[in-house]
């Protein structure tokens, strides 16, 4: 069955880093585009931008240029999200989905809590 | 940026009781998605396409809707489906409505 399995949780001082990864499994990874969504504490759902899992391209929403960073391990059908010089306001679950009409697939979600 | 306004933003219904929630976008977009999240759970598919009931999804969920206006309509109210909906749309840059937040009378 499909599956997206990510990362266990962090906790991050500012001004740190972090490596979030999305292990995929019961499906060609390189067919399916994969997205990243955040959503802080009690709050909606915010898209982030996607990775051509093919070609390796990302692209980020505007909010999310800059600091953040998608890549693959594609030979272990894995997408990672690292976040550099951590701020508070990066406290948030972080999902990855599957693009098959629509986002079908969800991981987990991590929980990154930034607090010094 | 395509908005997508969602209303209202929390209500409550009784068991058996027929629920609509509404989606406005602020620009025409092809299709809208549907999504449940419980608690602290990952998002999940309930329509796709507008209208398509995604798979495993029960029937009495149904979507419709065209241009700006989208719906999304549960026949018969279960406890199980107090939740939050959200609704995507991926026409341009993608965004997702605010949520309704749908509880048990």
């Known amino acids: 069955q499909i599956q997206l399995v990510q990362s266990g949780p962090e906790l991050k001082k500012p001004g740190e880093s972090v490596k979030i990864s999305c292990k995929a499994s019961g499906y060609t990874f390189t067919d399916y585009a994969m997205h990243w969504v955040k959503q802080a504490p009690g709050k909606g759902l915010k898209w982030m931008g996607w990775i051509n899992t093919y070609t390796g391209k990302p692209t980020y929403a505007d909010d999310f240029k800059g600091r953040f960073v998608f890549s693959l391990e594609a030979s272990a059908s894995t997408a990672n999200l690292q976040i550099s010089n951590l701020k508070n306001e990066d406290t948030a679950t972080y999902f990855c989905?599957?693009?098959?009409?629509?986002?079908?697939?969800w991981g987990q979600g991590v929980m990154v809590t930034v607090s010094s | 940026e395509i908005v997508l306004t969602q209303s209202p933003t929390t209500m409550a219904a009784s068991p058996g009781e027929k629920v609509t929630l509404t989606c406005l976008a602020s620009s025409s977009v092809n299709y809208i998605y549907w999504y449940q999240q419980k608690s602290s759970a990952s998002p999940k598919l309930l329509i796709y396409?507008?209208?398509s009931l995604a798979s495993g999804v029960p029937d009495r969920f149904s979507g419709s809707g065209s241009g700006t206006s989208y719906s999304l309509t549960i026949s018969s109210m279960e406890a199980e489906d107090a939740a939050i909906y959200y609704c995507l749309q991926l026409t341009s840059t993608p965004t997702f409505g605010a949520g309704t937040k749908l509880e048990l009378k």
């Open positions: 989905a599957r693009s098959v009409r629509g986002f079908d697939y």
């Open positions: 396409y507008t209208s």
